[in-house]
């Protein structure tokens, strides 16, 4: 008879622990092996979580340790909640949130409705489209920098060459309203393809026999569209602008690489504002509660939206 691995492992284990293993059942196994990872996220998740409210509740200030930390109670939050500056950056937030989220929706189902119908040269269409999400913020950041760039930025001659405006004035990344949409266009250049994909899977795992069906009922294109392809992806879009919405509100790198949080406050993004307060200002009290708020309002937007998302599954 072959001795395998299995086997040498069973007669090196001690004897006692071989009897302690034998009389546990597959669940108590099970949760041996899975209680470390368990314990160990909790760790990491749950005590940073717990602390960052503690601290919400006080003065504290990271720059100052040795200072008394005097119990403010709800005061950080009263004043969150009060200023204005705040919900402007929060209504910036919005506003970037909404056009990425719409321009990457319509642009990645249009490119996986595109690809799905297959034809020469598909393979290699799809992984170039896929290769600007493959590319780190930093590399995207500076990439688009160097395009947005007044003097030599190619981007600023193609808007020349379209509103004769000339490319040594004209500024992506400058004032006038234009930073933000900057902004915008990168995110939707990096992610629309993480989009596409999902739209994609959701595509191919419609079955041929459904549209034969169709086809046979002698519906049109357009209503097959509307009745089978749409309802059916709709799932898989939801779960995509799940994804997208989450990261997006927390948008940071590329935003600071970009455009510095600047100019004034025109791409200031709730996260950037929380970045200012919890390490310019050292309001390390305050910028928890900040922090808490903007939790509160993902947890409780995309708890909404998953269940949301589970009905339209159960249809």
């Not at 979580?49 to 009263?78: D, K, Q």
């Not at 595109?114 to 020469?120: H, P």
């Not at 060459?161 to 000339?166: A, S």
């Not at 910028?287 to 599954?313: C, R, W």
Request: charged share 15%; proline share 4%.
């Amino acid at each position: 008879m072959t001795d395998t691995p299995i086997d040498r492992m069973t007669r090196a284990t001690p004897r006692s622990v071989a009897r302690r293993v034998r009389g546990l059942s597959d669940r108590a196994i099970a949760w041996l092996f899975v209680a470390p990872t368990i314990f160990l996220l909790l760790a990491i998740n749950i005590f940073p979580l717990i602390w960052t409210v503690r601290l919400s509740f006080t003065n504290f200030a990271a720059n100052r340790p040795g200072r008394e930390v005097e119990w403010v109670g709800l005061r950080n939050y009263e004043r969150i909640l009060t200023s204005d500056g705040i919900w402007s950056n929060m209504q910036t937030t919005a506003h970037f949130l909404i056009w990425t989220i719409t321009l990457q929706v319509v642009i990645g189902f249009t490119l996986a409705w595109l690809i799905n119908r297959k034809f020469k040269g598909n393979d290699l269409l799809t992984t170039l489209i896929v290769l600007p999400m493959m590319l780190s913020p930093a590399v995207v950041g500076n990439f688009w920098t160097f395009l947005y760039q007044p003097q030599i930025g190619l981007f600023n001659y193609m808007v020349e060459l379209l509103t004769g405006t000339p490319a040594s004035s004209f500024s992506m990344l400058g004032a006038g309203g234009l930073a933000k949409w900057s902004i915008i266009i990168v995110d939707t250049w990096m992610w629309t393809p993480f989009v596409m994909l999902i739209c994609l899977a959701g595509l191919r795992s419609i079955p041929d026999y459904i549209y034969e069906a169709a086809e046979v009922d002698r519906a049109s294109k357009w209503r097959q569209f509307w009745t089978i392809t749409v309802p059916m992806v709709l799932p898989f879009l939801m779960l995509a602008v799940l994804f997208r919405g989450i990261e997006n509100f927390k948008m940071f790198d590329m935003v600071v690489l970009l455009t510095g949080g600047g100019p004034g406050n025109e791409t200031l993004l709730a996260s950037i504002d929380l970045k200012r307060e919890a390490f310019e200002k050292w309001r390390t009290g305050y910028s928890s509660a900040y922090a808490i708020i903007l939790f509160v309002t993902v947890f409780g937007l995309a708890s909404i939206y998953v269940k949301a998302l589970n009905k339209v599954k159960e249809r």
